[in-house]
């Protein structure tokens, strides 16, 4: 059982101390005089949620810059898709721990992957001492043999060890509605709803998707997803861009979480997310990064700003998108997509925080310390990092960083030709 | 006369040595064993050019944060104006200067200014080593008292000694065709022409002021702007998001320098710039943060990645706004728009530079260091800055820094209420 003191710590615009107690926050009160395993100077920080990624495929960042600024089709077939089939469990191993670095550095403690060799991705998370909602990414393109291998993927998947299960859980995977076979689709919804696992799908991310699944089965992805009872406040769709009006009605009322990417929808020229529009009919919106490789990195400060700026242009109103909204798509409403007690600092919730430098220039003024992280901030305001009651960063050093970049430089190599 | 070695560099995929001589790149060559009174390790660093903004209005720093998500008649009205008219002269020259670091921190050796009591501006600029085209923002709103006095202080700028005649030149503002009346602008264009100086214009930013004009006058700003002869290469159009085709022709034939501010446009939802269309058509483009207060922050890194990806979205095309455009914009493009024969790491050029990390996170995998500055790189992978054969910043540390933040947060308090 451990303890940790955060003295004289800006929270709410007041200064306080804050009790940490095994892995929630026990205590916010000012003069606090109580013992604890580590005593943190609050002076010159201020405490603010940590990020919660909620969609990502982080072990990409070994293809960052490899290959920019061409259409989704050559990105894809020419470049990704052939690197992707040389990468071998320990390439995606290390690469994870990589992308999990970055994570931290940016500030999040959380992300919901979805990749290949998905056993490798917990161990990374779990030594990195972050939370993850892993999965097997499951696709057949309509194939009976390829459905076969990620039935056998998926089903050997939820028989793996969980390193971790106090920040680890596994999730399932429908990569897409035009990827995956009705079969696939059954089997993962009937094997989510057994074990009662939230659902993890790419939706509606292009307006080809949209077309092609009404052409193909007279209905949008969501109407399809929804016949096989896909649905609920357990699903997380990725993209979610291009949604009607009756889309938007059912993915309101059925909670569903709509995880909106909006670097990587830009970058790969996908389209726009409205924000304001879904928010304003009761939407429940995350934010998630995407992969490095249409992004290029995997912080979420840049994902807010863009997420915020993106709201006000599709909108032309410059009050949508608010910072505070967008900060609580990025901290609570994450935490919560996932089942995660935190996302707010406040006593009883799971200790899972950032500490800010108020003396770092993107910081100041400090009119509204919302408004300075959703629109000013970069990495360099991020001083300590905490989850789950243990300090995964501190003075903006994570321990092992070294090494972990210097084997991420030596894998790329294999990948520059 | 000083000098700087700069040993074992990485400069276009290679490693190399770098002699700067005074002020500019005497030798680049491998295995220099000249002596320099400064040799600076390059060891895991790359070299690269510095960053120009040629759109920005720096002391508004001290309101970043202030009035966020606001529509831009109730932003201006009731939270910014009305604050404008309490700074004093010393605030803008502290405001100015806390700017600069920021732009420093984050690459940035020249910013192209349009504000008042400038030639404080001119001062701060001087004190950090910057090169800057400062300006007083000339405006009258249609009335004749204002105007004289519009005119009188433009001539007193004009009167005012440089500091600094190396690195700062004086330019000429017409704040817009909305706020400028024809005697104000022919004023300004022809001391402008008499003086030789280059022109800063506000121009085409929003419908509104595209669709009044055409109202009032029978033509478009640019045209209208034409009609004085205030366009040449000498005259920076910042925003320019408005712009027909007939505009588009105009603008390309006389080489006008057409500033981009993606963050600004979108943060008050004016609308969005036809970045390639405009490159195709032979228009000449640069870069720019606007003020903080329409941002947040003065980061050309951040300012790059949104041009790059509001680029894509607005052409549909993912292919559109390369990151080797945005990075030329940027850099080069910003220098040669106001004289400055610096941009390029070349021998004979003015030493601007920047030395990056290569050990920083963001920056690995480096397959593409370019794409790597525009789409992932944040401040963290900044170590050195160096302005005119000066280091101004170095190990991420500027020479007074704690001072001028300190300075900052007890002026920005005045303006808490």
Redesign the interface.
Known sequence: MSSILIKNIIHNQEKTDILIKDNVFSKIASNQDTSADIIINGDGKAILPAFYNTHTHAAM??????S?????FS?LNNDIWPREARLTEDMIYHATK?SI??MI?TGTVFFADMYFESHKILQAAAEMGVRVAASYGAMDLFDEERRKQAILKTQNFLDTPNPNPQLATKVLTIHAVYSSSPELIKFIVETAHQHNLHLHIHACETQKEVDDCIKQNGCTPIEYLDRFGALSDKTILAHSVFLNDNDIKILAQKKVRLCTNP?S?????S??FQFQKLLNSGCFITLGTDG?AS???L?ML?EM??C???A??Q?????????EDVFKIATQNGAEAFGINAGVIAEGKLADCILVDL?N??L?????LI??MV??A???CIDTVICNGNIIMQNKHVNG??EI?TK??EL?SE??N
């Not at 929808?265 to 020229?269: P, Q, R, S, W």
């Not at 100041?364 to 509204?368: R, T």
């Open positions: 960042n070994i293809f960052r810059g490899i920019d600024d061409k259409d989704l990105w990589f670095l970055e550095k670097v929808n830009y970058k790969l020229a389209g726009v490095a992004n290029n990195n912080s840049e700003k863009l915020a700026l993106s006000k242009i909108s032309m109103d410059p009050t949508a998108g608010s910072a003396d220039h993107f100041v003024p400090n009119y509204n408004s300075n629109y000013s970069d990495s360099s960083e070294e970049i991420m430089k790329s990948f520059k």
